[in-house]
Structures are given as structure tokens and as C-alpha cells.
């Protein structure tokens, strides 16, 4: 299929998730990470029908790095904060703390059984471990957002679970920095053999654009003036990125940071940039979903595996322990960590760009990891959150429910 045609399809998922999503308004229907559009991308990718080749995602492969790079500002945007509520800083901490729990333990994994997954060339070996370590670590708000939908979901507990979900986005983001400052360069490239260099450049970039952002906002209050400085400032820094060979995301995860510290009108512009959540995740979805590539065999499944089970046997015990914390007087199940394994945006985002960076098995490993996380998460996240929020409802309002008002005399 032409890639314009492509192009034609994703405008119209585009269109889709908006319709589906629009800000304030509760959707109707779909899946709460938008999965089924994953599933849609393998039915209609190499994998299924074949609508859409290999060569038609390679020639996609800028835009799709470029969409998949602007979740990571959207998530950079809102460092701190759930639906405009700053996260108290002990359980900011506590998700963080579990965010990282969860990338060393899927790294060292990775680290270790990696030589046994697939053979590496000289060099991969770390950069695998890194790639699945980033694939594990991210906890979406989506299923969080989803409660907030439902009548009567709100409570103590949903606003503990939305913090710890909040916490660890810039996880895998700094680890895909890494990840790329420390991966073999191409010879000549400029900042070869200079990992911490990379690394700096990397986070200074997206801040100091997003500092630039800020400051023209400041300056310029018409909403179709702040599209044009936000669009043109993201494709600057992704675009720097690409070409000095850093990490993209990354880059515009620290312009998402600078601009929520930096801008006089940091509420207005996240406003503007939560809108565009779901027209971007979803056609990004799509191609993932089709970009998937199975010829690893075993390999790609026990990674798969490896990081699904990370992320459950290090978020199950930690979220256990904290259960006695998150919502007092209320006490939420020792299954309470099963609310926090739905991801969705920045996984999605690491997957597409580790196959983008590293085309061979290390690229199509960590993809597969990604996208195994995704669906594993939307089979166990929303389910657990629903019944752990049933369990927080108080009594108290059942009861007033339930109330009648006998008659006066």
C-alpha cells in the first residue's frame, strides 16, 4: 500500500481518538490504553493482511519517531502533577522508588539472560539490558483517567493511584537517554566516545528548547500562535536529536519539563497539549502494532515474558507494602500493584524508537517486549483498579444510597 495512503489511514485514527476522547468528556467505548488499535496495526501489518510492508514502515520511520517523540513531552509537561494537582512529594517518591525497582530488576534480567535470548554483537549486550529495563518501568495514567470517568469512582485511593502512576514516567526516558549515549556511534559521529556528554547534551537540548517555548508563550498569547511556537520548538529539538544521534524522546521529555517549570501559563499549555494525547498515541499504536516482527521466535517471547513478569513481581510486593499508606482508613487488597501495571504512551514510545535505532534483533526484542507490556497490562490493569475502587467505597454513601425517608404524619 502507498505510504500516502498511510498517511491517509493514521490522519483518520487521528481523527478517531479525538472523537473518541475530547477533554472532559467520558468515552463511550474502547479499550482504556487504546490496545485495540495495537491489534489493529498487527491485523493490517506484515504479520496479517500485509496492507502495510516493511518498506512502507521504513519510509514512515521519521514521522512515526517524531509522534512517538511528542508523548514524551506531553509526559514531561505534566512532571509533578495529576489532572493539575501537585503529587505530595512522599508519594512521588514511592512511585518513583517503584519505577526504578522495576527497570533495574527487568535490566538485570536482560543483562543476564540476554547472551542466552539472542546472539549480540560486541557492545548490545548493555544496550539490551538498558532497552528492556526502559520497556518495563513506565505505569500509565490511562486506566487512573478511566476511574474518573466512572460515577462514584473518585476517592482517597484513586488519588494515591494516579500519583504512583504519575511518578515514573520519566523513568524510561532517561533510561532511553542512556541507552543511546552509551550504544555504539557510527564513525564520525559527533559526540562518539563521550557517553556523559551525550548524556548532558541530550537533557540540555529539550530543556533549553522548552525554555525558548516558554519564553515566546509569555510573549505571545493567541492559541494558534502557541500551536505553531509548541510544534515548531518539539520538531527543532527532536530534530537536533536525530541528527546528533541522541535520543529523541528523551530530549523532548526534558522540553516538556522545561516548559512546565519555565511558562507563566503552564495550565493553558498542557490544556492544549493533553488534547492532542489520543490522536497521537493511537495512529502510533497502529504502526507499532504493525512494525511488530516475530522472526526472533522464542527469543521474542521469553523477553516478552521476562519484562511482563519484572514489572508484576517487583510492583505486586512493593504496592503490598504500601497499602497500609495509600489510603487511610481504607485498605486496599494485597493485589493493589495489579492497578499499577497498565502502560500505554512512553512504552509504546521506547519500542518504536529502540527498533528504529537498533534495526536487528535488539530493536525487534525490546519492541515486542513493549507492546507485550501494553497488552498484558490492559488485561490486568483496569480490571484490578475496578474492583479495588468498589472495595474504597465507602459505606457511608452506599447506605445514604440507599436511604428512604419515611413519611412525616
Known sequence: MSPYAILVGLLVLAWAGDALARPGARRAFGLSSGTEFLLAGVLFGPLGMGLVTRQTLDTLAPLTLVAASWLALLAGSRLGLAEERRVPRRRYAQGLAIGLAVFAVSAALGWILGPQLVALAEGERLCLALGLGCAASETARAAVVWGLQQPGARSALHDALA????????????GLALLFALAPQ???????????????????LGFALGAVA??????????????????????????????????????????????????????????????????????????????????????L?????????????????????LRRALAPPALPSRWVGLTLLSCGPITVCVGLTAAARFPGPLGRLVLGACLAAIVAGELLGPPALRRELARAAPPAADAAANLHVAPGP
Open 163 to 174: 500519583d504512583l502512576a504519575e511518578a515514573d514516567d520519566m523513568v524510561p526516558l532517561l
Open 186 to 204: 557510527p564513525a564520525g559521529a559527533a559526540l562518539r566516545g563521550a557517553p556523559l556528554v551525550a548524556l548532558g547534551a541530550t537533557l540540555a
Open 214 to 299: 516558554a519564553a515566546l508563550t509569555r510573549i505571545e498569547a493567541r492559541r494558534t500562535e502557541r500551536w505553531g511556537i509548541l510544534l515548531g520548538t518539539a520538531l527543532l529539538a527532536s530534530g537536533l536529536a536525530m541528527h546528533l544521534g541522541l535520543a529523541a524522546p528523551a530530549a523532548l521529555g526534558a522540553m516538556g519539563v522545561g516548559l512546565n517549570l519555565l511558562a507563566r501559563d503552564g495550565a493553558a499549555l498542557r490544556t492544549m497539549l493533553a488534547a492532542t494525547q489520543r490522536p497521537v498515541l493511537l495512529p502510533v499504536l497502529a504502526l507499532a502494532g504493525a512494525a511488530l516482527d516475530l522472526r526472533d521466535g522464542w527469543a
Open 301 to 321: 517471547w521469553l523477553a516478552a515474558a521476562l519484562v511482563v513478569a519484572a514489572r508484576a513481581g517487583v510492583k505486586l510486593p512493593l504496592a503490598a507494602a
